[in-house]
């Protein structure tokens, strides 16, 4: 079966350091990698996504994420964190040969970012 | 761009009501699916469409039904609302047949069972 793994219940980051949240995974063959966002009340937000091809992937909001295949993880990261950045962040994965039904979410991440 | 809607926003039933979830999407997509958000437990897929006319179970499936109305619209039902379905429901779209598609969410039901 599937799974994802988010190690760190609560990231906390001062304003302008670097950020990295840590996601690694399990899935048979080879995987599809999201980052979503969700801010309160609100539903989640697609941040950034893991085809093939190079290992870095850019997203939205000067976000990027690197896969890597021996490690099994997809860290999100931010070189220059920001007060709004502050939300829950979900990774997910899904079979490549699966449909977008297959695909399991870890259970977030809190990034807490402060002055 | 309204992109997912869902409504109520929030709902506080006693244990036996029952109630319909509504979701509508305007991004032309073939896909919708239904997904509850509980603390600590990441999100789970209760049911999904994956095009007009059809409907298959996800990962928590009991004590739910679904209905896909069109290809806009795809509502969640809970026949006789138990505690345990509190929780936050999301409803979802994507396109179908392109597993990297991301998934669009509307903004939540906030459920609770008493």
């Given at each position: ?115 | ?45 209760i049911y999904y469409s994956a095009s007009e006319g059809t409907t298959d179970k996800g990962e ?55």
């Amino acid at each position: 079966a599937q799974s994802v793994a988010q190690p760190e219940d609560q990231v906390n980051v001062a304003e302008g350091n670097p950020l990295t949240v840590k996601c690694t995974y399990s899935v048979s063959g080879n995987p599809y990698l999201f980052w979503y966002v969700q801010y309160p009340n609100r539903g989640l937000q697609f941040l950034l996504k893991y085809i093939t091809g190079d290992n870095l992937v850019k997203g939205s909001y000067g976000f990027e994420a690197e896969f890597n295949k021996s490690q099994t993880s997809f860290h999100l990261k931010k070189p220059s964190a920001l007060v709004s950045d502050s939300a829950l962040y979900f990774c997910a994965v899904r079979p490549f040969t699966g449909t977008a039904s297959k695909l399991t979410f870890g259970t977030g991440t809190r990034l807490q970012v402060t002055l | 761009n309204a992109g997912v809607t869902q409504t109520p926003k929030f709902q506080v039933l006693k244990t036996g009501q029952s109630m319909t979830l509504q979701c509508a999407q305007d991004m032309n997509h073939n896909s919708m699916y239904w997904y509850r958000q509980d603390p600590g437990m990441g999100l789970r897929l209760i049911y999904y469409s994956a095009s007009e006319g059809t409907t298959d179970k996800g990962e928590v499936p009991n004590g739910y039904n679904v209905s896909r109305l069109n290809k806009r619209e795809f509502s969640l039902r809970l026949e006789s609302a138990a505690p345990s379905q509190t929780s936050v429901y999301f409803c979802a779209s994507s396109e179908w047949g392109q597993g990297y598609s991301p998934l669009h969410f509307g903004n939540g039901t906030r459920l609770t069972v008493t």
